[in-house]
Structures are given as C-alpha cells and as structure tokens.
C-alpha cells in the first residue's frame, strides 16, 4: 500500500486573539501546527499501516521552508518520506491555483515514490477553513473522492470509508485509487516518542520547486488564482449586553426574568419550538 | 430559454425523502436581491430521482425557472453523477452565478464542480453583496476560525460560485400561487461508473428530532454542565421554553451528548431567536455558528468568559443554581396566567 497524506502546516487558530484596540489579528507569537485535520489523516493512515505492515507513507506540503518543521513532526510520528513544495511562483495561490500546483507534484511523486493508492487530505485547514483542496485535487486528478470521513479501512482494493452526513453516517465503498478527506476522527492522532523524534530530526526533506516537475505557471500564485480577496476585517466584540451578577443566583435570575419577560423577549403563556 | 441567459442559479438540494433542504430555499432570498441588481433571474436547480416536492418547493418560495435533471441514478446523492449532470447544465446555459448551501453535500459537490470549469469558489460565506464597483458578487466568509472576515471577488471567471451556511438567511414569504417556469432536461449518467458505493447507513438515534436549524429557541451546555447528568437540566430548561437542546465540541467530544447537538464551526451554524449557553465559554469556533441569534442568553461562572462579549442578557452564576430557578418562574407565570 501507497499512501500520500497533504499536510498544511497553519497557525494554531485557538490560540489567536484579536487586537481589541486595532481590530487586527495579533499573530504574533501564536505556535505553527500540523493542520488538526491533517493529524487526523495521518493517524488514519498510520492505523492502515499497523493492519498493513508494508505500506508507506509519503507526505506533502506546500509552503515556505518553515513548513518541514510541520513534515518532520509527520515523520516522527510514523511517515516514512517527505516532500516540500515551495517557489516563488506558487505564493498567493487560491484553491484552485493550489490544487493545481499540488496535482502536478503528485504526478512528480509517482515518478519518485509510485502510483499512491490513497491520497489523503483533512477535511479543511484551520486558517483557511475552506474545505476545497481536497476534492479540488482529486478533480485534477482524475480521481473518486469521499470527503468529511471519519475512519477509512482497507479491504482487498477498496477502502471502506465512514463518512460523517446530516443524519449521522454511511460507510461508503470506494476502490482504489481514490482521495479522502479526513474530519476529526473518534480516536486521537498518535504521539511521537522522543526517540523516534531524534531518529528522524537528520531525515533529509527535499525541496521541489518550479522546475522540479511539469507545470503551467500562469494557472499557480495569484494571477492563477480566480478568487481575489478584496479585504480582510475583524467583528468588534464590545460588550454591550445586560449582565447580571447579584448577590445570588436567585436575585440574578429574577432581575434577568423580569427583563426578558418586559422586553417581550419571552412571551408567556405563548410556548414556541417545534410546535 | 435563452442560451446565452446570463442567470443566476441557486441548487436545491433534497434529502432522501426528495424533500427541499432548508438552505437551497433559504438561499432563493439573496438569490433574488444579488439577480435584481443585475437585472438577471432567479433559476432553481433540482436533481433528484422523485422531484415533485422539491420543484414544488422551489415554485412555492419564488424561483423564476425551475431546471429539473430526474433518473435513478440521482436517488441519492454521490459526487460522480451530481457533478456530471450539474457541470452539464452548466456548459448549456452558461450561469452568471451559482449559489450552493455550505452543507456536507455542498462541500463535496461546489469545489468538484467549480475545478471541472477551472472557476473561483468561495466557501461558507455568511454574507452576499453585490459589489457596484466591479459588477461581480462580493462573497463574505470567516477564516481563521471566525477570528477574521474575508471578502472575496471573482473578477474575470464565470459563473462565479459560492457555498453559504444554513440558516444565515431566511425563507422568502411561501406563495403557493407563485408560478416558475419549469425546463427539464434528460441528463444520464450510468450507476456503474458511480465510484463509491453504499454499504451501509448509520442513522444517530435522535437525529429525526433535533432539528436544530430550524429551532426557535435553543438551549445549549458545554463542559461547564459537568456531565451526562447535567444535560438532564439543560433539557428540563429546554422542554420549559419549547426549545431544543445544543451543546459545544467539549460536551459531545466527552460523550455527555449526540453529535447531532453540536453548535459550531464543525457542527450546525444556528439563528434561532433565542440561543442560551449554559457552562460555555464562548471559543470563536462557537461563536462563528451562534452569532447571528437574535438574542443570545449567557450563563456562567467567569465573568470573563468570552460568551459575555456577544450576549444580550448574562448571568454570572452557577448553571445549576440559576436554570432551577428560571424553570420555577417560567412556571409560576404559566400558573397566574391559568388562573
Ligand atoms: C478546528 C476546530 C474546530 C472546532 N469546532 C468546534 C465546534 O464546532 N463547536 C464548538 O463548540 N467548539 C469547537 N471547537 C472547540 C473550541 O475551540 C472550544 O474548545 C470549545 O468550544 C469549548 O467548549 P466549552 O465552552 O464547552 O468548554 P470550555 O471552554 O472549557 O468552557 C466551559 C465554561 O463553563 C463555565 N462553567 C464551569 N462550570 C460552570 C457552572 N457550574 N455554571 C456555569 N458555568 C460554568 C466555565 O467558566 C467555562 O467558561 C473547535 C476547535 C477546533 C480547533
Ligand atoms: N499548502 C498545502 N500543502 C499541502 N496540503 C494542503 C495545502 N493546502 C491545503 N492542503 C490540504 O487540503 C486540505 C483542505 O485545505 P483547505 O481547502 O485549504 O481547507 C488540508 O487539510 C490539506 O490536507
């Protein structure tokens, strides 16, 4: 088994705060992670790995050379290779840009490492939140995809994917090749023990740049890209709200009541819902 | 019609019964202001193995055109034949724009269709504007998180596409009398090439009750509640108001509740008119899919809990101290009001 696993490498978006003065996120000193969803593709393949000893996992990113501390977590906690893709050209990028420049990549790793029967990728990555590389790439690529998966299984030449749906979830059978996106599985990504995290830190990374592999510049970065951002802007969160805090809960919550049922904002004697 | 219409196009997507999903209907209200400002139409794309109820949907809440695709291979949803059939309509008539509702399905199907024609997709947006400057759609979406806001264009591709969150708009008025004119088109794709197959279908037990986006009060708990035990008061405070029960990651990562209850970036973006949070505290992956409630009730312990930022109404207190209190008033009015 060949497995490819897309990994971003993103800011930890829990810990970002917005500046209540400047209404600007404050980014500074705010830790790069493994994209979580991401996390949870490798954990998923790495269980494929624990059934099917013989299989490999590759991973890829995109991104400044900042990005092979991402890889080199991946590394230790049970990939076996790594590749960083960076140029010039590919900065700015949107979705469709970015699938692109990493379709091509692929193509370029098969020649290196092998046809990949499963091309992971997580669901979104916490920055971005878009949710639109994965199926983007397997669009490019020719490829039956299965998206928001919460555990994906091997049998024979399918791979038995659950996938998360609005009425709770359907295992779907899909034959390989194929690409998944991965949601926030059940079970949590594994840890890297700090010997494997020693072992790995001399692993070497190689780089592929523009010409590297066979691509369209003019379809990469942002004059490839359809999608503009014409501004960023943050909500200001100034409270403005009744807060009660009396002596006790009872005083609160009558002080509260009154003023709910004033306001009209519960109507008694009225009930609503669901009928 | 004519060929070259240059129409906006919002896709109706219907669940396993055929029904409409709230969003596509929804999503005719921005549909018909985003068209007027462009002198386009409204035009409502229905696929699906029995359309009857969805087509009547779509007529009822104000489509100009109905264009219907019918055959068994789309009795349910799968992205081979979805994506075909869509990008087949598409490459015949041409669409200005194209509105998706940011649901599972949506996901799946907008990115597939939108690299098939080599156009611009904004995700998950939660506000729609015409901009006059450019002449396009300028699609709003939160990033990182919720903690930023972005507004996109798509400039030089068509049809320009987007996905929307359930729930951020409302329904335009229902009028039955409402005629759309109806297109059908023969587009087949055959079951065989379908390259996912169904095995098997879990459905969570209480899914068919909890209709969170379309609740008109919620109460929702977090970690705060403590426990499985706790969400027993967060349904008396619930059943009291004739609301429904959410809850945050925490509680149903920790098992105190179903998933199907989950508000969030990663659960159901809600708008009820009213939405208490009991023991949350208010993380922005929360809060992107609360905000918009037209009233927002807090309680918690810490008076610096984020939630206090948003809410309308807050009491700093213990859950389990305040709810017993507000049921027994809630039924001490409903008693003087019988008497
Ligand atoms: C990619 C990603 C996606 C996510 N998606 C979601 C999502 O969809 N939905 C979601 O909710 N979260 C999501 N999260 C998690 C989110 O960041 C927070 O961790 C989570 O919302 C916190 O839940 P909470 O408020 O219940 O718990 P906490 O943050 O621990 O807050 C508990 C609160 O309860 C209060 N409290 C304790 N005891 C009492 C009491 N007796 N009475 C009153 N108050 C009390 C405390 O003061 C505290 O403020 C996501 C995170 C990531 C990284
Ligand atoms: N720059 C990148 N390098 C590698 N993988 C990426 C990159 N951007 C996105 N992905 C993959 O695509 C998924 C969805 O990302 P997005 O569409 O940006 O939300 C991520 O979870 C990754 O698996």
């Known amino acids: ?275 | 019609m004519e060929m070259n219409s240059s129409n906006l196009w919002v896709f109706i997507e219907t669940n396993e019964k055929g029904q409409a999903h709230n969003v596509g209907l929804e999503l005719l209200n921005p549909g018909h202001s985003l068209s007027r400002a462009q002198g386009d139409e409204v035009v409502a794309i229905v696929i699906g193995q029995h359309t009857e109820a969805a087509v009547a949907s779509a007529e009822a809440y104000g489509s100009d055109r109905i264009i219907i695709v019918e055959g068994e291979e789309y009795a349910r949803y799968s992205t081979d034949a979805f994506a075909y059939a869509f990008h087949a309509l598409i490459t015949k008539y041409a669409p200005t724009s194209i509105l998706i509702g940011a649901t599972d399905l949506g996901r799946d199907l907008a990115p597939r269709l939108a690299c098939r024609l080599k156009t611009g997709l904004t995700a998950d947006c939660t506000e729609l504007d015409f901009d006059e400057e450019s002449g396009n759609i300028a699609w709003t979406r939160p990033a990182f998180g919720g903690n930023l806001m972005a507004r996109i264009l798509c400039p030089n591709h068509r049809p320009q596409i987007g996905t929307v969150r359930p729930a951020v708009f409302k329904k335009p008025e229902q009028d039955t009398s409402h005629k759309a004119e109806i297109v059908r088109e023969e587009i087949h794709f055959s079951i065989e090439n379908i390259r996912t197959k169904l095995i098997e279908e879990i459905l969570d037990a209480d899914n068919e009750t909890i209709d969170l986006e379309g609740a008109e009060i919620i109460v929702s708990g977090g970690r705060g509640v403590g426990g499985p035990d706790g969400f027993k008061v967060i349904q008396q405070l619930a059943d009291a108001l004739g609301g429904t029960v959410g809850a945050s990651r925490v509680a149903v990562d920790s098992g105190w509740i179903s998933s199907a209850h989950q508000v969030g970036q990663t659960g159901k973006t809600v708008r009820p008119r009213i939405y208490i949070a009991c023991g949350i505290s208010g993380a922005i992956q929360h809060l992107a899919a609360m905000s918009s409630s037209d009233t927002i009730i807090a309680i918690n312990t810490d008076p610096e809990a984020p939630i206090f930022k948003i809410a309308d109404y807050g009491i700093v207190g213990d859950l389990f101290k305040v709810i017993p209190e507000f049921i027994a008033l809630i039924d001490e009015q409903i008693l003087t009001m019988a008497v």
């Not at chain 1, 990939?79 to 699938?99: C, N």
């Not at chain 1, 590389?133 to 030449?157: I, M, R, S, W």
């Not at chain 1, 690409?179 to 700090?194: C, G, Q, V």
């Open chain 1, 1 to 275: 088994m060949n497995i490819l696993i897309c990994v971003k490498q993103v800011p930890d978006t829990t810990e970002i705060k917005v500046d209540p003065v400047t209404n600007t996120l404050m980014r500074a000193g705010v830790p790069s992670i493994v994209n979580p969803f991401d996390a949870c593709a490798l954990e998923t393949a790495a269980r494929i790995k624990d059934e099917t000893p013989d299989t490999k996992i590759v991973i890829v990113s995109m991104g400044p050379e900042q990005a092979k501390v991402a890889l080199t977590e991946c590394l230790a906690v049970g990939a076996d290779r790594a590749y960083l893709i960076s140029g010039r050209g590919f900065g700015g990028s949107d979705t469709l840009a970015t699938s692109y420049i990493l379709s091509c990549a692929v193509r370029k790793l098969e020649e290196l490492e092998g046809k990949f029967d499963i091309i992971f990728c997580g669901k979104q990555a916490i920055d971005g939140d878009t949710a639109q590389v994965g199926p983007e790439l397997a669009e490019h690529l020719g490829l039956a995809q299965v998206t928001c998966a919460l555990e994906a299984k091997t049998n024979g030449n399918t791979v038995q994917v659950r996938r998360k749906t609005e009425r709770g979830s359907e295992i779907l059978g899909v034959e390989m090749p194929c690409l998944i996106t991965m949601t926030k599985t059940a079970y949590e990504p594994r840890y890297a023990s700090s010997r494997k995290k020693r072992e790995v830190a001399k692993q070497e990374i190689p780089t592929l740049d523009e010409n590297s592999f066979e691509i369209d510049l003019t379809r990469a970065g942002l004059k490839g890209s359809p999608t503009k951002v014409k501004k960023t802007f943050t909500i200001p969160q100034n409270s403005t709200g009744v807060i009660f805090h009396e002596a006790t809960e009872r005083q609160s919550t009558i002080s509260l009541f009154e003023l709910l049922v004033k306001g009209n904002i519960l109507q008694l004697g009225v009930r609503y819902g669901n009928e």
